[in-house]
């Protein structure tokens, strides 16, 4: 199968219309901070000839099918293994101060999802390992393993918004106690055993505690929380950020960062807006943006996808 055909990458034409103000001059750089399996990447690569692409992931696995994928734009492109919180670092190591565009396209990627083994998905039986770079930290095994009732409760709670986090956690113990739970038709079990009747056709009841892991393994919410700032930093005047989000946690964050980037630090009643009040930056969108019901239609993953973008304004004080 054609990689075109298992990877759609999302809201690819907003993508490129919103940044295109920022990626049109020669030597512009585009940070694409969660580069996955290299569409938006090859897309922009091919519509802007003079750009750069630094692409950074955790996932080995996306950086060895994405270099391949853009191979033919040579010495236009540096790939980059790292958590997109390592943006600076990145930068840093390839001599880089400032970037005119950044794209993050968060949440769990196509081919995580697809690959049975990496075990996101709880609808094929694999191993819990839910680590988005496979060569380093715990698995959503060992979190199973390891963590307290009180522990599996909160972040069911806090990752995954389930209403019946304390149920779940309980069963997960008890479970536990007679066996390791280690794969993901033996946790699905468990949840599922563990959900009243009267709630058991509201939904998978899988797919909140999932979630929740996913996001545990990767620190997704506390990367995210230093990443954007990070990324904000690295914008020069005129440069532009795009950010897609999939669930209201990583919405929520993306907005409060965007939000006070482009707000004025004037003190309240102050009759006029001095120079260094002035906001570093201004939002591109209302709120958020959705995909077209065609491109849902099209791309079923891109159906929770929320799109956010901004642009700086002023430098840096």
């Not at 009732?149 to 389930?162: D, P, V, W």
């Not at 440069?239 to 989000?245: L, W």
């Not at 943006?289 to 956010?308: M, Y």
Request: net charge negative; with cysteine; proline share 5%.
């Amino acid at each position: 199968m054609a990689l075109n055909d298992i990877h759609i990458p999302v809201m690819l034409d907003r993508c490129v219309e919103l940044l295109a103000p920022a990626l049109s001059a020669p030597g512009a750089i585009l940070v694409d901070a969660t580069l996955g399996m290299g569409g938006h990447a090859e897309a922009f690569l091919q519509r802007f000839p003079e750009l750069t692409l630094v692409g950074l992931d955790r996932d080995t696995d996306a950086l060895a099918i994405a270099g391949e994928r853009l191979a033919p734009f040579g010495d236009r492109v540096h790939l980059v293994h790292t958590v997109y919180d390592g943006i600076d670092d990145a930068l840093d190591g390839l001599g880089i101060d400032s970037v005119d565009g950044i794209l993050f396209d968060l949440g769990v990627s196509s081919l995580q999802l697809d690959r049975a083994e990496r075990g996101f998905a709880y609808s094929k039986d694999a191993p819990l390992d839910m680590r988005m770079d496979a060569t380093t930290g715990p698995t959503a095994a060992d979190v199973l393993a390891s963590y307290p009732e009180s522990a599996l409760r909160s972040i069911f709670q806090r990752y995954g918004e389930e209403k019946l986090a304390a149920r779940y956690a309980r069963a997960i113990i008890a479970s536990r106690e007679n066996e390791p739970v280690t794969r993901s038709a033996q946790l699905v079990s468990i949840l599922t055993d563990a959900t009243p009747a009267a709630l058991s056709h509201a939904g998978h009841p899988a797919k909140r505690v999932f979630q929740a892991l996913r996001i545990e393994v990767n620190q997704e919410l506390a990367v995210l929380e230093k990443a954007i700032p990070a990324a904000l930093k690295a914008l020069r005047v005129g440069g532009r950020i795009v950010v897609m989000s999939y669930q209201s946690l990583e919405d929520k964050i993306v907005k409060q960062l965007l939000v006070a980037g482009a707000a004025s630090t004037a003190p309240v009643g102050f009759p006029v807006e001095l120079e260094q009040h002035k906001p570093e930056f201004t939002l591109l969108t209302r709120g958020t943006e959705r995909a077209s019901e065609d491109e849902q239609v099209r791309n079923p993953r891109s159906t929770p996808v929320r799109l956010r973008a901004a642009e700086r304004t002023k430098t840096v004080a």
